[in-house]
């Protein structure tokens, strides 16, 4: 095994951890404002693993706020009895990069407890879908996880479904349009060496959403590796 795979996954099973651990304490509860979830996860974090660094903003939503892209800005909700929340954090741990989100369904809501289930059923596919295909672009993975929300109810909610990850800071390109994305139309080979001739590693999102009850739900973690 690499050096990167191991951090990688080292960083990973760090980030399991640091959700297991806000489940535990009972962090996610009506009431409270996405902001205060942040700062207590961002807390937590560093006091129990040193993380002092997050690559990228720390997201919580919940409500119609589940909706959004990455990208979208939102205003502060109270998370409600019966909400989906998620949370995508990007933690730096010993300067290995994790990218982790998960979503949880408060109530009892069908629907939304089944969106939980889908999300995971959907990375797990597209993952074995990239394991099959040797020469599978990052076009064709975006093409094959959009597909997956229809025949489940739902609608893909993002033009982007992961990105490259690694050694902090990770590999970014300049120029124009996303040369490292999962998204339509781009026909990168997921195996293609980075710029300096190493294993490029990727991190796979899934993002579901039901526009008419104004809800969904996120999913992400490392693809490959």
Known sequence: MDQAVEKLRAAQHKAEALFADVIARGLIKPGRLESEV??????????????????????????ANTLLTYDEDSNDLRIG?????FLDFGPVFDAWEADFGRTYALGSDPRKQQLVRDLEEAFRLGREHYERTPELTAGELYDFVVA????????????????????FPHERPTGY??????????DLSLREPDKKGGVRHWILEIHFVDRVGRFGGFYEELLTC
Request: charged share 25%; glycine share 14%.
């Open 81 to 85: 009895a019966d909400d989906t929340v």
């Open 148 to 167: 997956l929300a229809p025949p489940r109810g739902w609608e893909f909610g993002a033009t982007s479904a992961g990105h490259p990850v690694g050694h």
């Open 177 to 186: 349009g996303k040369p490292l994305s999962i998204c339509h139309g781009n």
């Open 38 to 63: 942040s700062d207590e996860i961002f807390a937590l974090a560093k006091d129990r693993f040193g993380v002092r660094r997050h690559w990228h903003k720390r997201i919580v939503r919940t409500g």
